[in-house]
């Protein structure tokens, strides 16, 4: 049995003891700042937790944060170690489909070439060691705009990329790996419970007649009432598709966690686990700016030489990434960006920091700040990690996970 699936079979075997239900938490590792908080808090809560790594974040070109997918799986072994974290920890691929890596959709790769360059994503984390991969061809930029994608071409794609990962996990002699498909984006076609319904009939019968009738998705995503720009979730609509799935041996697995104002309702629906991941470069920006504020007051006081510029820095790159353009809602395409609203700006800003944080810039205007504070007695890189920290603890209490280390061996 995979990793994932014992995880979640003993959580299952718990509840059956206690009535107590929990959700495993999934943080996305926008960052080197989130991955050494994530270890910090994990082992505070005594708790398992999950990394679902994008491929624009982590792939075989490095991504944003700036490693492949065997480094990553290194740094994670490392910054486990420097706490002593000895629990589970999952690593994952979040998303990973054609044109959903975005020099794909940029560059307009053809079908052939995005899904061979998705396989060989999958290969790199296989030979990685990662745990679970989240299959998720619900995007196709050849699509007319206004149409969604016909169901039976996922469920298709979803197969032949499973299909793939497994023939290459087994003949290498991998360990078992667990799997997630769906996604809770309109344009994937499972927003509707008809549309959910049929997806999963055609996955079923594909896995079978490619011989992988014992291999089944453990978590299928659902779209649960929340999404980039909604925070609350939808119990109804949570609970019904927790019982869909459920008879197949699957849980429900919710995105867009971010914020979401009653993340206590996540495990007392059977969701299976949950993302997070923008909320934590937000976090990440906002200690960053409280920083800059106290160098500030002490360059003011003659006890700094040179301000770090860090706020200006950061908006500077972020505007000419041009990444924040991709976030945009449809009455902003057509507006330059300081004309956009004083708050989306600065959300725009926020959520973006995660695509520059590795830029030299950044990381110079980072040591700078990181160097005045410290020299005058302040721990920088501590107030960072506290503040992403105290951001991830109301998830791990939340979804009931705190001493669940306890009971996993």
Known sequence: ?????????????LKSQTGVPRTLFAVCPNSLSVIKASFRAAK??????????????????KGYVGITQKEFTKLLADEARSVNFNGPYIVAID??????????????????????????????????????????PTVDIFVPAGEIIDIRVVA????????HSENFR????????????????????????????TFIALLKNGLEKE?????????????????????????????????????????IKGHYTDGVVNPGDYPLCGIGAANVGPEFTMSEYDALIELEQMEKGLYEND????????????????IGSNRWKKWLQPDEMDIPFENISTGRKEWLIKTGCRYIWQHPEALVARYRLYENLNRNGIDAEEVVLSRIERDMDKYFYAFNLVNLNDYLS
């Open 156 to 163: 298709q794609r979803t197969v032949e990329l499973i299909k």
């Open 44 to 61: 505070r809560n005594n708790a398992p937790i999950k990394f679902a790594a994008t491929l624009n974040q982590i792939d075989s070109d």
């Open 303 to 318: 006890q700094i030489a040179v301000l770090s510029t860090m706020k200006q820095t950061l908006w500077n790159l972020v």
């Open 1 to 13: 049995m995979a990793k994932t699936e014992k995880i979640l079979s003993r959580i299952e075997e």
């Open 95 to 136: 998303h990973g489909g054609p044109w959903l890596k975005d020099k794909q959709s940029q560059e307009k790769w053809n079908l052939e070439k995005a899904m061979n360059g998705v396989k060989k994503s999958f290969e790199d984390a296989i030979e990685a060691n990662y745990d679970l991969i989240h299959v998720d």
């Open 170 to 197: 087994r003949s290498h002699n991998y360990p078992p790996i667990s799997y997630e498909v769906g996604t809770e984006e309109v344009h994937g076609g499972l927003a509707d419970e008809d549309t959910f319904d």
């Open 211 to 251: 011989g992988l009738s014992d291999v089944w998705p453990c978590f299928i995503v659902g779209k649960v009432g929340t999404d980039l720009h909604t925070t609350t979730f939808d119990k109804e609509v949570a609970t019904t598709l927790t019982k869909k799935v459920r008879k197949f041996g699957s849980y």
